[in-house]
């Protein structure tokens, strides 16, 4: 896991639902917890892209549905900009399963995937269809 290049504005807080897009049997997460998260007194942690998150499944297969995992925000709706001076925004917020080891579960990811997730994490970057 590396340091991201961008200073990514944080978008999804804790309680934010946040879309699979692996085929990790998962649907839609609940984020319960950020990874390395900073904060002041009585502010809620909040996650960008490209950030670990602690989720809890909301919807899903049998096998998966309340159990929480490690995922990684591979999109966001809040705008963030590029040092290039690019302002990069998608249509939801999704996110991808992964393990102890930081490398995804399932073994295709739909959809875009930010940039700055696949410097951070190479192994999302080689599933990934489309990097943006």
């Given amino acids: 896991m590396k340091a991201i290049s ?3 504005s944080k978008g999804i807080r804790v309680g934010t639902l946040l879309k699979c897009a ?4 998962v649907k839609i997460f609940e984020v319960i917890s950020v990874r390395g998260f900073k904060g002041t ?4 942690p909040s996650a960008g892209v490209g950030s670990l998150v602690k989720c809890r499944v909301k919807v899903g297969t049998e096998k998966v ?5 490690n995922a990684v925000i591979i999109r966001q ?3 963030y900009r590029r040092p290039n001076g690019v302002r990069i925004r998608f249509e939801d917020n999704a ?3 992964v393990d102890d080891k930081f490398e995804p579960t399932g073994s ?7 940039k700055e997730v696949v410097e ?3 192994t999302i970057g080689k599933l990934a269809s489309q990097i943006v």
């Fill in 95 to 97: 996110a991808v399963v």
């Fill in 6 to 8: 961008t200073r990514i």
């Fill in 77 to 79: 709706k809040k705008e």
């Fill in 120 to 122: 951070r994490f190479k």
């Fill in 108 to 114: 295709l990811i739909k959809g875009p995937v930010a």
């Fill in 65 to 69: 549905r309340k159990q929480i995992f």
């Fill in 41 to 44: 007194r009585r502010t809620k």
């Fill in 22 to 25: 692996d085929n990790s049997g």
